[in-house]
Nanobody, 122 residues
Framework: QVQLVESGGGLVQAGDSLRLSCAAS????????MAWFRQAAGKERELVAA????????YYADSVKGRFTISRDNAKNMAYLQMNSLKPEDTAVYSC???????????????WGQGTQVTVSS
């Protein structure tokens, strides 16, 4: 198991930027693909972005392409989500997750952080 702790959420205005961080501990971080999911009130959880074990492959939801960037630093056991040009519809609880396999479905991710709230006002 790998333990995950997110930070960096907050209240911002539309058009602003935020960077979320995910600190990992426990097992070897580079053995895990990492992802950011979000869940808005009353909606299903959705995958925002994912990154492979060494960062060679990434995935983005269409709704965030060109605005969000996922990255990782295996030396620091950290994953990041840089969010630019934020919109009110980006408001959600954002969670990082780890999986030993590459997947775009939440069921494949067995390790989750507690989540951090991002609120974007118009």
């Amino acid at each position: 198991q790998v333990q995950l702790v997110e930070s960096g959420g907050g209240l911002v205005q539309a058009g602003d930027s935020l960077r979320l961080s995910c600190a990992a501990s426990g097992r070897t971080f580079s053995n895990y693909a990492m992802a950011w999911f979000r869940q808005a009130a009353g909606k299903e959880r959705e995958l925002v972005a994912a990154i492979s074990w060494r960062g060679g492959s990434t995935y983005y939801a269409d709704s965030v392409k060109g605005r969000f960037t996922i990255s990782r630093d295996n030396a620091k056991n950290m994953a990041y989500l840089q969010m630019n040009s934020l919109k009110p519809e980006d408001t959600a609880v954002y969670s990082c997750a780890a999986s030993t396999g590459w997947s775009t479905t939440d069921k494949a991710y067995g390790n989750w952080g507690q989540g951090t709230q991002v609120t974007v006002s118009s």
